[in-house]
């Protein structure tokens, strides 16, 4: 008995001493153990020092060199696994790091905005599609490339001293001025929002490695790269446009985000599709129509905006009906154009030969036979962004010749107390100047530059 009584016993003190490991072993919920702030070197290496060592192939350094950095990953939400992603400055980076190693819920020991010094003798520097990475290294077909420092050596290479907190500030930027130096370095896009198809989709695919889609009102796209063993993993994207933090990588198609969580995410604003920026107005009109009969290289076509502000001309259109047609025969895209308050807007189909009679500019350049190269006996429509005709010049469908709406060789001049656009022609609103036209109008040809007042309605 007394056999089975000290055996019970020794069984008992061992699940009693399982027991108690198990209650001591760490998870991603604890905080981190107190760091050894003893013998803590003192770094001799800059980062971008280190990376310049590496030559064409992965290389071993054997040098006791110290190199620090600040930690910008972090695995606490999963969305990172066996990397460490470092960079040389807490604010404006010049560069970043990627370090590969064994070690689950690193964040444990190696904390988000910490100081890292890397005792680099015995590791290995590789890199690949523009990232240096270090760690251990294996074998591949008779080349070397870096792979995952095992736990028991991460410790061993990796420090962050007491009192390392910085507070890191994620480097400003564009999609469009994304660039290698900046892979694993903390970077800020603002005005970006997931494309519509995957809004509302989650983050990631359960246990599969996700790619969602980060566009901006300019239709500059990059990828989200999304773990589907993070913790957001089945969390919906979100609807709205704004600011997004991550970590850049990059893989054989280009440049990746990764998030730390969800929080990396703030879309507050109106998504790209919801804001308006195209504007109608019935305080834009046709001002002057010039056809000297000098000179076929000066005609023009003059707006002018009543409106007190300045306003954009996207979506707006000039249309011109040639001779007694019914159908549109050319026209101008104005979008991209602003057209100032209490100001003119001066369409010209030569704009060299323009500066040379007139001696400034045109607003706009257009090519020849379109709606500002008339001569004369056509009809013309300004149209706003939504399909309204918002003024109009002459009489759709008849032809100009010795109408009230001629101005073949000379001109048509608005009335300077024409403040409204008017979808109907008006004689009465227009002094017009030609060869031939109707009663009413004033059959005497004029010359350019001396008889045209372009921008000064």
Known sequence: MGYYKDK??????????LIVLSACVKNKNFNAPAPDCYSV?????????LKALYVDKTVQIQEDWIVEGCIVSSDRSGNFF????????????????????????????????????????????GKRIGMYTMGSAFNVFGNLSVGRLPAPNVKKHFVTPC??????????????????????????LEAVELVSDEVGLPYALKKEETIRTLVNCNGEELRLLNSGYSD????PLPQGNGTITGVLVKDGKGYQLVVRDTTDLQ???????????????????????????????ARFVELYS?????????????????????????????????????????????ANSFETVYGFAPDLGVSINGPADSNGDDNLELVDPFGAIIDVFGVVGEDGSGTNHEFEDGKALRHNDIKQANPVFTFSEWTIYNDSGDEGTINSPLNAPEDFTPGEH
């Open 8 to 17: 019970c016993s020794g069984v008992c003190i061992l699940l009693l001493g």
């Open 41 to 49: 070197p003192s770094p001799n290496m800059s980062l971008n020092e």
């Open 82 to 125: 066996g990397v460490i992603y470092i960079q040389d400055s807490p604010t404006n980076p010049t560069g970043g790091l990627q370090l590969e190693i064994d070690l689950r819920d690193a964040h444990l020991f190696y904390e988000m905005g910490s100081r890292i010094l890397i005792k680099t003798k015995g590791l290995y520097l």
């Open 163 to 188: 009192n390392s907190g910085v507070v890191l500030e994620p480097l400003p930027t564009t999609l469009a001025n994304l660039n290698d130096s900046m892979l694993g370095t903390l970077v800020r």
């Open 232 to 235: 957001f993993q089945g969390t």
């Open 267 to 297: 879309f507050t604003e109106i998504r790209c599709e919801d804001v308006v920026d195209e504007f109608t107005s019935t305080k834009i009109f046709i001002s002057e129509l010039a056809d000297p009969d000098n000179n076929t290289a």
């Open 306 to 350: 009543a409106e007190d502000e300045p306003l954009s001309l996207k979506g707006w259109t000039l249309r011109r009906y040639t001779n007694s047609n019914t159908d549109v025969s050319s026209t101008i895209d104005l979008s991209g154009n602003v057209i100032e308050g209490q100001s003119t807007f001066v369409i010209s189909p030569n």
